[in-house]
């Protein structure tokens, strides 16, 4: 499965015996498929299935998805107009002009005035409706699919500035355990210096006991562990990206999971060296959180 960001956009439009319809399906990053709908008055009715269709397609997004529908003039019902009323509001009208000075009416304001015109819904069958329905809904897995399309070509770009950001936490991690600094003969000699100049200082200094506490922060100094632990989690989100899917959780766990180990190494660290790499790593161990924040 390829990977798939969670903003996108797409539109379908067809026909369906004389009526235009038209959707426009746009999604963002969310925690979860969450759907926000605008639909004509009097197709509510499709909300339900609407949600579940888009919620089937995807784990993952904000969505919005738009409806526009188009009635064929010959499908529209006639406006009916009320002339004995709009007699009697333009002989109104008329006297008031003629009276008081008032404007003349118009034909738009008058057939304005409730009770004027009434334009009556068109009677529409079973039939019709669960045909129209159907056509509607065929539609919306068409702009469904070209949202998909759209987020896996995002997810595609995503996936391969991920892989770059995995190979630099690689090639970071191994500076760190290739550095000079982590050498025995370099423990040994940076910890010498520090217990001779501690000796040097005060001769009341329990020698032995000194000793064994320079070999404890040596011991806890070491950063084999978070370099293995480093190494692992490469391997697990090189697995995650080419496996694709759904696995934005995860590999936002495995983010952080990076951030605590970058973070240990650095507080761990006894070398400017070590800590500049350390540094450098939680750099990059942010824009790879950053990124996965737009996958599904």
Do not use: Y
Request: glycine content about 6%; aromatic content about 4%; proline content about 2%.
């Amino acid at each position: 499965m390829s990977l798939q960001s969670m903003t996108g956009f797409a539109r379908s439009a067809t026909e369906s015996e004389g009526t235009s319809i038209a959707w426009e399906v746009k999604s963002v990053n969310g925690k979860s498929a969450e759907v926000r709908l605008r639909l004509p008055q009097g197709f509510d009715r499709l909300e339900t299935a609407v949600r579940q269709t888009v919620q089937k397609r995807f784990a993952r997004g904000n969505f919005q998805a738009m409806l526009t529908v188009g009635r064929a003039a010959a499908r529209q019902a006639q406006p009916v107009v009320n002339e004995a009323f709009l007699k009697d509001l333009a002989g109104l009208a008329k006297r008031l002009q003629e009276q008081f000075g008032t404007e003349p009416a118009t034909a738009d304001g008058l057939l304005s005035l409730r009770g004027v015109l009434d334009i009556p819904e068109a009677v529409e069958t079973e039939e019709e409706r669960a045909t129209l329905d159907v056509a509607i809904l065929s539609a919306l897995e068409a702009a469904l699919t070209g949202l998909e399309q759209a987020r896996r070509g995002e997810g595609t770009a995503l996936g391969a500035l991920l892989s770059g950001h995995i190979d630099t936490i690689e090639a970071l991690t191994l500076k760190a355990e290739a550095d000079p600094s982590r050498e025995p003969v370099a423990i040994r000699e940076r910890i010498a210096e520090q217990v001779r100049l501690l000796t040097d200082a005060s001769a009341n200094l329990d020698a032995v006991r000194l000793h064994q506490e320079a070999a404890f922060l040596a011991t806890k100094a070491d950063i084999r562990e978070e370099i293995d632990r480093l190494k692992t989690h490469v391997a697990s989100a090189r697995a995650l990206l080419e496996s694709g899917g759904a696995v934005g959780r995860k590999l936002d766990f495995l983010a952080q999971e990076f951030n605590r180990e970058s973070n240990t190494l650095c507080s761990k660290s006894n070398a400017a060296a070590v800590t500049a790499i350390g540094l450098e790593l939680k750099a990059v161990v942010d824009q790879f959180r950053e990124q996965v924040q737009n996958l599904e």
